[in-house]
Structures are given as C-alpha cells and as structure tokens.
C-alpha cells in the first residue's frame, strides 16, 4: 500500500486533517493530527484493496509504477493553438516544447 500517492491535508470545513488517495478519489480519513489522517487513509485503502481482490475486480494501479508515455492530445479554441504557435515561434522553440515548459510551472 505504500506505493500509492498519499496526501494530508487540513479541512477547514471539519477542522480536522483529511488523508486523501489519489488512485482511490472516492476514499478519505479525517483525523486531528497529519499523522493519524496518513494511517487512516492507508488504512482504509488496504480494507479497499482487499475487498477488490476478494470480489475479483480491478486493483488501481499505483501511479508511482505506472508507465506513462508522454502523449496526451487536450482540444483547444482555433485562437489559443493560433497564439501558442506564434509565441512559440517567436522563442524559436517547438509549440510541444512551449506547452511542456507551460505545463511545469
């Protein structure tokens, strides 16, 4: 269970710590300190993992394992791919390696 991507972080709205998965979006834990909300979400996505393999249905794969490619396509308005291209002309710079530099911000 370590290998999935955990987060803590403060619920102004319970006023407690809020454990979150981020291959199990459904799942959380609240808890007054960060380090029983981290136990907790863990906790529940071992119950989770086990209940999936005991049912026989799909075990979400961990993003720290899965392979990516590299490739996405995203649909953009005719004017934005219009300006992407002129900006990334005037940097001299591909258009994928204007909208990767864009993304890493």
């Avoid at 906790?43 to 899965?66: M, N, Q, Y």
């Amino acid at each position: 269970m370590d290998k999935y991507t955990y987060r803590v972080t403060w619920s102004e709205e319970d006023h407690e710590y809020v454990g979150l998965c981020a291959e199990f979006p459904s799942l959380s834990w609240l808890a007054k300190n960060q380090a029983e909300a981290l136990a907790g979400i863990q906790t529940v996505v071992a119950e989770s993992v086990r209940d999936l393999k005991a049912s026989g249905e799909k075990i979400p794969e961990p993003f720290a394992i899965r392979q990516f490619s590299g490739k996405f396509q995203v649909r953009i308005p005719p004017e934005l791919h219009r300006k992407l291209y002129i900006e990334a002309a005037e940097e001299k710079v591909s258009v994928n390696r204007l909208i990767s530099a864009k993304l890493a911000i």
